[in-house]
């Protein structure tokens, strides 16, 4: 009998990507990369690669059921993570799947778009994903459009922070990769006022999965017992690095390498 330890199990509700930039492959990198196993539940399937999202299908609402359940009653999930959900019907299950495990934190990017442009969310999706799992979030991570979307009654990124807090996060990462600043600013609310607020080197490149990157680096910490805030922080710090090291395997976007610790490099 093998007496190691398991590792840290987190579950990754998102859609596949074949371009191995985003989506559930940028997960599972990410969650394996930080010592953590991914139990990947897939929620649609697309067709993209690094410059554009084609189209997807969202998954049978049964069969995303039938797969996130099977995983949940076998192996000790530590941690969840959303992103791409599909469809409404999609949104309603993880919910019910969420009131069942009510002790585990949920990390959830709210997409809006794929990295090189294209829909992965209708209204109808944006509006589920609002009042259905927005409320059992521990972590939210929108980009600053993604927040401007979900707050647009809002005036600034602060105020739209207020609103995204009161549909029932406990804490919301604000990125500001899409802001005109020469750094980048990320700002991290809870408790009704901005706690945190963090400044990165501006990359010169485009990237495919960056925020899939993060959330999913933010679930590892949080599946290995870490508190948020400080998951937070060196979440961010392993995304700037794999943003640093990315490399461009196609004609579009780079992509993060998510390894970059493994390859040697001495800077």
Not at 92 to 110: K, R, T
Not at 213 to 234: D, F, H, K, N, S
Request: charged residues 15%; hydrophobic residues 45%; proline residues 6%.
């Amino acid at each position: 009998m093998n007496d190691r330890p398991s590792l840290p199990i987190a579950m990754s509700f998102a859609g596949t990507d074949p371009s191995g930039g985003a989506g559930l492959q940028a997960d599972i990198e990410t969650l394996a990369s930080m010592g953590v196993h991914t139990t990947p539940v897939v929620t649609a399937v697309t067709a993209q690669d690094s410059q554009a999202l084609i189209r997807y299908e969202a998954v049978s609402t049964a069969l995303l059921v039938e797969q996130a359940r099977a995983i949940l009653e076998d192996m000790p999930v530590a941690a969840i993570k959303i992103g791409m959900i599909g469809s409404v019907e999609n949104a309603e299950a993880i919910h019910s799947i969420l009131m069942d495990y009510p002790n585990l934190p949920v990390v959830l990017d709210p997409l809006v778009s794929a990295g090189g442009g294209g829909d992965l969310a209708n209204e109808e999706i944006l509006d589920a994903m609002a009042s259905l799992l927005f409320p059992l979030t521990t972590v939210l991570t929108p980009n600053s459009n993604e927040a401007r979307i979900f707050a647009p009654e809002a005036d600034n990124l602060d105020a739209c922070a207020m609103e995204l807090l009161d549909m029932g996060s406990d804490y919301v990462l604000i990125t500001g990769s899409h802001e005109a600043t020469p750094n980048v600013v990320n700002n991290l609310y809870s408790g009704h006022r901005l706690i945190e607020s963090y400044t990165w080197e501006r990359l010169p490149e485009s990237y495919h999965g960056s925020g899939c990157t993060l959330a999913a680096a933010i679930t590892a910490l949080l599946a290995q017992g870490m508190e948020p805030v400080t998951a937070i922080l060196e979440a961010q710090e392993y995304t700037w690095e794999a943003l640093q090291h990315g490399y461009r395997p196609g004609m579009g976007q780079m992509i993060p390498d998510r390894f970059f610790w493994a390859h040697g490099d001495d800077d």
